[in-house]
């Protein structure tokens, strides 16, 4: 047919020779490795008594020259029971002990072909039909065999009979589990000739299995084996560290607001604190000269809640705080109920639980009542039927529960001069509730409704606010820019009683004051009114009469007026939709901060500074020590990585592009710009000696510049290309030669880069080489972090901090984890810290140790840890050094 392209035109013809390539190699390298481990059995029956062998044939006859071990050979070993990770049956682990002199510790490779001490499955027949059978190449490592022990069981031991008549071994299904560890294995996966073991051998041998014992251990993934070599320093794994890390964490700040889909978020307490929420912390902010020290200022953090926060309510007497939080699900996928906390901002201690079992999905708006000191809360949650309920605070009991409305419920609130006087607004209504007896008798109470007639005036699509008058009268912004004014009706205006069933309100007074919506109004202390504009961004202060006396205009990056707190004197704190906190008043202006996820993350290599990037295009750094901003740019692309050159003076940037920024840390100038692909950066790491920049694709390949002294200039010096998926993460060697890389299918791959950026074929060759940092989530030293039954996603990003005494990791489940490093036990305990609403992106400890930096996925929060303990930073001081500015804050995309 024309146009058509046979099998063997073109691509088609070459993904069949790269196939049959493949499988010739894999051909050859079963064939070497069943002749290597018939060497290997044919050396251990002349190396070890006949009384160590278990079933073992003809002893060797005494003064035999051939007892002495060739060269490349490993020290014999001594026996010890280890547990097999999540496996019931127990495994030997072999100790090294002293050998003869000159004995090395792994086996060189043999000219012209790849080697690693491991086991593979070997296929054909013949020539290993017994085991002194098949000569072999100088140099393999052989599985030595324990002393014989009738109760210890033993997994592919070796024997008298040959490899082929051993029978094929399964693993159970436990074995083959997700994540399940098989500790001190010596068999490895093998992919494409990646790690072949090398030596001559025969066509026609069986497919067997093998072991070679004290030699790796192996973790499977999604089914997939991974394989990490054991550093010859350790001779068994009980000596490594088994309990949690001596160190801790306390929260020392919290740079984020949650505004996108979230009101009731931000009021200022009697202490002058202000009070807002970020992911499942409550933030009480302290800007300077409040309690807790002269000038002091800083933050405390309420965190009783196991789920993200979603609206607040401060108390009459401004010093106890409702806050409500949605609803989710556990690590193990339970789900967890919504329920309302009231606690004291003075001593931040829970004085009561309220709802627990009662609200569905979440609660979503909160008011104590005015009239009667705070004795009641009512309570929105978001059901279908948006569940209005009215609860005794000190008792923590239910009075009254009515079905509200199957539309939104935006805001709610009692009349601060008659708690019986409750209004809710929201999509297309504003209802007007009078509640009604119940007070002290659960459940007895009634709610009855009046809906608000908007008469003559055009029914707005939502009402999203609205805000009691000294006078009784309520204003309400809409969605169509209108402040409306609403008051109680002349007939009923002297209805007697409490609560008066003929209570009504009507529309008296229309003004229209933005474009599009209005999300925020706020009474300010002189009475006047500020509304914050949606469409517009403006802020609009209202003297009586509805008389525009004085507005701003928010930047358009930071989106709309989410909610407005008057701070001390003229100062306003704004949140924006765009997830901004924003501190300044009508006169100065705010300043900027991050407004969507974040991803990238990295700390100055001589400073208490950290610089973060992610969805808003903001590059931002910002100063530890002071909780501010030092500087912001507009990077016009996303950045999802970033490193500090080892001097200071410069930092790369990845975007999703595929391009890659160098900018002076100072001058905030691009000093170089680069695209390396199509696909976005995932990476980017500078060597410690500040000589390469390795820089990490999704395009599977690992670009790498040599850079000048500065850090200013750099040239393409090579690449790396052999992993099958993109990079997820790498480190650089403490020399500087070599990378260690991890990749999107749980590859584990060594690189030199001084030798010309070559894999190094033999991963058991780099078991012992040291690394400058260790960020890699697959490798020995950090195999312990993974869960039991972890899908492979589970852990994002992982850091060991610069002492090498601990690892910090941030996982799937909204938790930073602190475990003693090295950490290479199955399941190793950790100690764990929430408050994060969501998967934590980035880990990474500051340059001295003393503080560790989280960042947050969809809520975009950043936490700054302070590190406590052995080889910590020691407790936490009273209060910040320095006065830290509120502004900008990062944001939330929850």
């Not at 069949?16 to 190699?25: D, E, G, M, N, Y």
């Not at 979603?310 to 690590?331: E, F, I, M, N």
């Not at 402040?483 to 069933?501: E, F, H, Q, V």
């Not at 395009?699 to 200039?713: E, F, H, M, R, T």
């Amino acid at each position: 047919m024309d146009g058509a392209a046979g099998p063997g035109d073109g691509p088609a013809r070459e993904a069949l020779q790269s196939l049959s390539q493949r499988l010739r190699v894999q051909e050859q390298e079963m064939e070497l490795v069943k002749a290597a481990l018939a060497e290997a059995l044919r050396l251990l029956r002349l190396q070890v008594p006949p009384s160590s062998l278990q079933g073992s044939g003809t002893p060797a006859p005494p003064g035999d020259s051939s007892l002495a071990a060739p060269p490349g050979l490993p020290p014999t070993c001594t026996p010890s029971l280890v547990s097999r990770g999540t496996q019931t049956e127990t495994e030997v682990e072999l100790k090294s002990s002293p050998g003869p002199p000159g004995l090395s510790n792994g086996p060189p490779a043999p000219q012209g072909a790849s080697e690693e001490p491991s086991g593979t499955q070997s296929e054909g027949g013949g020539s290993s039909s017994s085991g002194a059978g098949s000569p072999g190449p100088p140099g393999i490592l052989r599985p030595l065999q324990p002393p014989q022990r009738a109760d210890t069981p033993r997994r592919n031991s070796s024997s008298s009979s040959s490899p082929s008549e051993r029978p094929r071994q399964k693993l159970s299904r436990k074995a083959i589990s997700s994540a399940n560890l098989l500790v001190r294995s010596g068999s490895t996966e093998s992919r494409g000739g990646k790690d072949p073991l090398s030596s001559p051998g025969g066509p026609g041998s069986r497919r067997s299995n093998y072991n070679l014992e004290g030699i790796s251990v192996k973790m499977f993934l999604r089914g997939r084996p991974i394989t990490m070599y054991i550093p010859s320093g350790i001779r068994s794994l009980e000596e490594l560290p088994s309990g949690p890390p001596p160190e801790t964490l306390s929260l020392d700040w919290v740079y984020g607001y949650r505004g996108r889909d979230s009101r009731s978020n931000l009021f200022v307490l009697r202490s002058g604190e202000v009070v807002y929420f970020i992911a499942c912390v409550v933030v009480l902010y302290r800007p300077g000269g409040g309690p807790g020290g002269p000038g002091g200022g800083g933050q405390r953090h309420y965190r009783g809640h196991t789920d993200c926060v979603r609206c607040l309510a401060v108390h009459p007497d401004g010093v106890r705080v409702a806050s409500g939080q949605t609803a989710g699900v556990d690590k193990d996928g339970k789900p967890l109920q919504p329920v309302v906390h009231i606690w004291d901002s003075e001593t931040l201690l829970k004085l009561q639980e309220i709802g627990l079992g009662a609200f569905e999905r979440g609660v979503g708006a909160l008011a104590f009542s005015a009239a009667d000191q705070g004795a009641f809360l009512c309570v929105v949650d978001d059901s279908n039927e948006h569940m209005l309920s009215v609860w005794d605070c000190s008792r923590g009991m239910k009075l009254a529960e009515i079905k509200s409305t199957n539309d939104s419920v935006l805001a709610v609130g009692f009349n601060p001069r008659d708690s019986s006087c409750i209004v809710t607004s929201g999509k297309s209504h504003v209802h007007f509730w009078n509640w009604s007896g119940g007070v002290g008798v659960p459940g007895n109470g009634t709610l009855t409704r009046k809906q608000g007639v908007f008469g003559k005036y055009k029914k707005p699509k939502f009402i999203p606010c609205f805000v009691f008058l000294p006078d009784g009268d309520i204003l309400t912004g809409d969605s169509e820019g209108n402040i409306l004014t609403w008051g109680r009706s002349p007939s009923d205006s002297k209805t007697p009683g409490r609560g008066g069933a003929k209570e009504t309100y009507g529309i008296v007074a229309q003004a229209h004051a933005h474009e599009g919506s209005i999300f925020a109004l706020c009474l300010r202390r002189d009475g006047t009114v500020l509304s914050g504009g949606g469409r517009d961004r403006r802020l609009v202060q209202w003297g009586p009469g509805l008389v525009a006396l004085q507005e701003a205009e928010i930047p358009e990056h930071f989106g709309a007026v989410r909610a407005i707190a008057e701070g001390l004197g003229s100062e306003l704190l704004v949140g924006t939709t765009k997830n901004a906190l924003l501190r300044g008043d009508l006169a100065q202006g705010f300043s900027p901060g991050h407004t969507d996820e974040l991803w990238g993350l990295c700390t100055h290599p001589s400073q208490n500074r950290f610089l973060t990037c992610g969805h808003d295009r903001q590059l931002c750094l910002w100063d530890g020590e002071s909780h501010a901003l030092a500087w912001s740019i507009d990077l016009k692309e996303t950045g999802l990585c970033a490193d500090f050159h080892p001097s200071g003076a410069v930092v790369a940037v990845g975007l999703n592009t595929g391009r890659w920024l160098v900018l002076d840390t100072e001058t905030r100038e691009i000093v170089s710009d680069v695209i390396d692909g199509n696909e976005q950066l995932s990476v980017v790491r500078y060597s410690p000696d500040g000589l390469y920049l390795a820089i990490g694709s999704h395009d599977n390949v690992i670009y790498i510049y040599s850079v000048s002294s500065d850090g200013a200039k750099s040239s393409r010096f090579g690449r790396c290309m052999g992993h099958s998926s993109f990079i997820t993460h790498l480190d650089w060697s403490k020399d500087g030669n070599f990378i260690m890389s991890n990749s999107g299918d749980y590859e584990i791959l060594y690189w030199d880069v001084a030798g010309g950026c070559k894999q190094l074929k033999n991963r058991y060759e780099s078991r012992d080489r040291e690394w400058a940092t260790y960020t890699c989530v697959l490798g020995f030293h950090v195999y312990g972090v993974w869960p039991d039954g972890s899908d492979g996603t589970d852990i994002n990003s992982l850091c060991r901090s610069h002492n090498e005494r601990v690892v910090a990791v941030a996982d799937d489940f909204c938790k930073v984890h602190l475990f003693q490093y090295p950490c290479a036990r199955a399941k190793a305990p950790s100690r764990m810290y929430g408050g994060h609403g969501s998967h934590v992106t980035s880990v990474r400890f500051t340059h001295d140790d003393s503080h560790l930096v989280s960042l947050g996925g969809k809520d975009a929060s950043i936490f700054q840890w302070r590190v406590l303990g052995a080889g910590g930073a020691g407790p936490a001081p009273a209060t910040p050094s320095r006065t830290p500015s509120l502004s900008p804050a990062s944001s939330l995309d929850v």
